[in-house]
């Protein structure tokens, strides 16, 4: 079932009865004789065929009228993976929605980011969805502030501005509106929370990160917008850190061993620390640390202002590949010769990234060197050229000098945590890069790159076009089809794509006999079974 296709009653029925994992976070399950809508793994009796209804997404659901199930939690449901297959113009607003451009911008902002109408784009949700941009952006603020007031402990103002509401009598009349009760009341009938806890905090962190920082606009203007420092007449409270633990849900199987292992080793010294089982670094304002579960993702934050959280969790769910459907690429893949590889290692994902523009630096850095070298190099440029994680942490050493010689080993996961933040295109387009270990060529690359990132002739973000944005980077010199690939598989999130000319791709292919006619069968999934063939290496 892709976004394109037409919900079929009878199948959907039948996966609802039958409580088929396969199918959350697919579509959702409206009751018109209790007036709420439910995930396909609701473990409430099967409602009678005359009363249910199903719809694509949740916010269509709650535009007919529906409230979210209580004990199915339809906020914890995995994305649908359609949307990353098809990458078309409603999948990459819908990405951009998940990082908040609707909430700054409204819909003409989104409709400009994606160069388009507001009318066209407006035409596009409501005949795929059955909602519209803005109902869609509700539904996502509504659904995470309904997840940190049913898991945390923050307060109810803190919810409202961490899900993304402008103030918090905008949150309870909308909640209200929607659901038919208060925050409070959702709170009153939850159960044990995890207790947020902090320490003094430092200064506010340093605007223009384009991981928790609003978009260009479509002439490549950065969207700015003054900080609210005081919303509804009471002040944000931003002087004690939030720590917190969410759920992120994924469907099973999932190799968490093998994608923490891939980070693990090309964490980045200072930014990162990762082992086999748990992912840590620094994001503007705090720390975030992921860890394996079962069934699910723990993602524990430390932030001292909350309203980058919605950010955040799409950023992690994209780095961590928690929306695909393993049983889809799995099913395509077995009948290929890739079918030993599958078997093997069921659950194999695509290793994301939480910020695109360091990813695309990873590509270019990584030409023709070790993933050891390579790792060495961007550890230096993160010294040189990136900034202090903001407060930084007491047990953080001291960051190299211009001559990039220092913090290039990475620390323990247990010995402190990640006290840099990797630079923004802005930073490492005015960074002097010589002497750090990279050819002139290299260099030459990284602050083409830079610059037209910063000036936002290149998007490196989820609402990128994948087609749009490789031809783009293959004009800059330095930058081949290998590269491109790359970044489009990690960065851009495209299942299709395929690291061209990879050696240890061929290197793998070769000692299996598989030839470069192969390749093309196993479209849409390349960029899985590229990884399949890495992990026989």
């Not at 290692?345 to 270019?364: H, I, K, N, T």
């Not at 293959?474 to 290998?482: L, T």
């Amino acid at each position: 079932m892709t976004p394109h296709q037409t919900l079929d009653f009878d199948s959907c029925y039948r996966a609802v009865s039958a409580r088929d994992t396969r199918f959350d976070g697919r579509f959702y399950t409206a009751v018109t004789s209790t007036g709420i809508y439910c995930r396909p793994v609701c473990p409430a009796r099967t409602p009678a065929r005359q009363n249910v209804r199903f719809y694509r997404h949740a916010a269509s659901a709650e535009a007919a009228g529906f409230r979210p199930c209580r004990r199915c939690r339809p906020e914890l449901s995995p994305g649908d993976p359609g949307w990353d297959v098809a990458a078309d113009l409603v999948g990459r607003a819908l990405r951009l929605i998940d990082d908040g451009v609707a909430d700054e911008y409204g819909v003409a902002g989104l409709a400009g980011r994606l160069h388009v109408t507001e009318r066209h784009l407006l035409r596009l949700f409501t005949a795929r969805l059955g909602a519209g941009p803005l109902a869609v952006a509700r539904t996502r603020r509504l659904l995470l502030a309904k997840q940190l007031l049913t898991e945390t402990s923050l307060s109810i103002s803190d919810v409202a501005f961490a899900a993304g509401f402008g103030s918090v009598r905008q949150f309870n009349a909308t909640m209200k509106d929607a659901y038919g009760f208060a925050p409070s009341d959702l709170r009153k009938s939850s159960g044990p929370r995890t207790r947020p806890t902090g320490k003094p905090a430092g200064p506010p962190p340093p605007n223009g990160d384009p991981a928790l920082s609003p978009p260009a606009d479509p002439r490549g203007r950065p969207l700015t917008s003054a900080p609210r420092t005081r919303v509804d007449g009471r002040a944000l409270a931003q002087g004690t850190p939030a720590a917190l633990t969410l759920r992120l849900n994924h469907r099973k199987p999932y190799d968490a061993g093998n994608l923490l292992g891939f980070l693990a080793a090309r964490a980045i010294p200072g930014v990162e620390q990762a082992t086999s089982t748990v992912y840590r670094r620094a994001v503007p304002g705090g720390v975030i640390t992921l860890t394996p579960a079962d069934g699910h993702i723990d993602l524990s934050v430390t932030l001292d202002d909350t309203r980058h959280l919605a950010r955040i969790v799409s950023r992690c769910r994209r780095l961590l590949d928690l929306d695909a459907d393993p049983d889809a690429i799995a099913d395509a893949l077995r009948t290929t010769m890739l079918r030993p590889l599958v078997e093997a290692r069921p659950g194999l994902r695509v290793p994301g990234a939480f910020d695109g523009f360091e990813l695309a630096v990873r590509a270019v850095v990584g030409q023709q060197v070790s993933v050891a070298g390579a790792r060495t190099l961007l550890g230096r440029i993160a010294s040189r050229a990136g900034a202090p994680a903001e407060p930084a942490p007491p047990d953080a050493p001291v960051p190299a000098g211009r001559d990039g010689r220092g913090a290039t080993g990475a620390p323990e996961v247990d010995g402190g945590r990640p006290y840099l933040l990797f630079p923004t295109a802005g930073q490492l387009a005015g960074a002097d890069l010589t002497g750090l270990g990279m050819t002139g060529r290299r260099v030459e690359t990284l602050k083409i790159l830079a610059e037209r990132t910063a000036k936002g002739e290149i998007h490196l973000d989820g609402g990128a076009d994948p087609a749009e944005t490789a031809a783009r980077l293959m004009e800059i010199p330095g930058i081949g089809p290998w590269t491109t690939g790359y970044i489009v598989m990690r960065a851009l999130r495209d299942p299709d794509a395929w690291p061209s000319g990879d050696l240890a791709l061929r290197k793998a292919m070769k000692a299996l006999d598989i030839t470069e006619h192969d390749v093309e069968r196993w479209r849409p999934w390349r960029a899985y079974a590229a990884l399949y063939l890495w992990s026989t290496l």
